[in-house]
């Protein structure tokens, strides 16, 4: 495959909810999708950078330390235990569409590339080693378009 590392969407790629509901209503609402995780395993990625939006931070809806503290860092150590690869990711708690950290825009896989992969990884973030995977591709008449493909330049 030649790709080293993987960028993910969270909710409905990495996780779902165990109500069906569309948003996890707890931390206890919330499943492995082990169907992509042994996927990711399977393809032998390098690192993994979870990318992704949480709207409902700003909304009022997710307690934003709940999130980071709880959420997150039980999710990153599952992960980098079952995978045995370094975990980490970044987050947009904007739903401003014209936030420059916010998916589809690039703001926060630069940041990620920047302060994940090269300072705290040591790795060279080289756009060629990269691949994203996430629930949504921003098409019409998807349930979502705020997650529309990154548009990098060489």
Known sequence: MGKKILFADLDGTL???ISGSTF?????DMKFKFDVIDKI???GFECLIIITNQGGIENGFVNERNFTKGKMNFIVMGL???LGIPVDYNYCS???TENHFRKPN???LNAACKNIIENRFHMKSNKRNMLMIG???GKEGQFSDSEGMY???E
């Open 15 to 17: 996780i779902e909810t």
């Open 24 to 28: 996890p209503k707890g931390i206890w």
């Open 41 to 43: 395993k399977e393809l």
């Open 80 to 82: 980098e235990e079952y």
């Open 94 to 96: 904007s739903n401003d």
């Open 106 to 108: 690039i703001g926060m």
């Open 135 to 137: 629930d949504a591709s």
């Open 151 to 153: 548009k990098i330049k």
